[in-house]
């Protein structure tokens, strides 16, 4: 049964991310992070679907806890990993631009027009706004929900620094 687990959950691990590289060749960058959350879900949905029918109700509930937890571990990683540099590093995206440029290359001037501080706050903006964060009204920005992933991060910072005040960032 440990076999079945676990190679579900690799076989369900690399359909996410063959998922994920089709989906986000026709999305919105802005939306990556909503995406991905829809994909993880769809694909743990088809899993369980489809795992119902294989192993039928006798094991069917250790395995899919299993399965969960060990497909969940992998995203996860995944999304710290491998996801959070490629999108979110500056550098990564730098050197992507100046790769794309080809053998012709790129001058200073084309990189701070994509990558200045207006740019980058617009594109964090934006990207906030479309995945439900922030509503914009005019010039403000006020959060939408009262549960965010980015609030829940800033939290568990200040919740470290009562409890170990000599502790920094």
Not at 11 to 27: G, K, L
Not at 93 to 120: A, D, P, Q, V
């Amino acid at each position: 049964m440990d076999t079945i687990i676990l190679v579900s959950a690799l076989i369900s691990f690399i359909v996410f991310c063959v998922v994920q590289m089709i989906v986000f060749r026709f999305t919105d960058e802005d939306r990556a992070l909503l995406w991905l959350m829809k994909i993880f879900l769809m694909v743990e949905g088809c899993s369980l679907f489809a795992g119902y029918f294989l192993w039928g109700r006798g094991a069917f509930v250790e395995i899919v806890l299993w399965h969960a937890v060990i497909f969940m571990l992998l995203v996860i990683s995944y999304t710290l990993t491998v996801f959070s540099y490629s999108e979110a590093s500056i550098t990564v995206r730098l050197l992507g631009e100046i790769s794309r440029s080809g053998s012709r290359g790129t001058t200073k001037n084309e990189i701070i027009k994509h990558y200045n501080l207006g740019s980058i706050v617009k594109r964090r903006l934006s990207r906030f706004i479309a995945n439900g964060e922030l509503v914009a009204n005019g010039q403000r920005y006020r959060w939408k929900n009262s549960v965010s992933l980015f609030l829940l991060r800033e939290k568990t910072v200040r919740l470290f620094q009562m409890l170990f005040p000599s502790w920094q960032r």
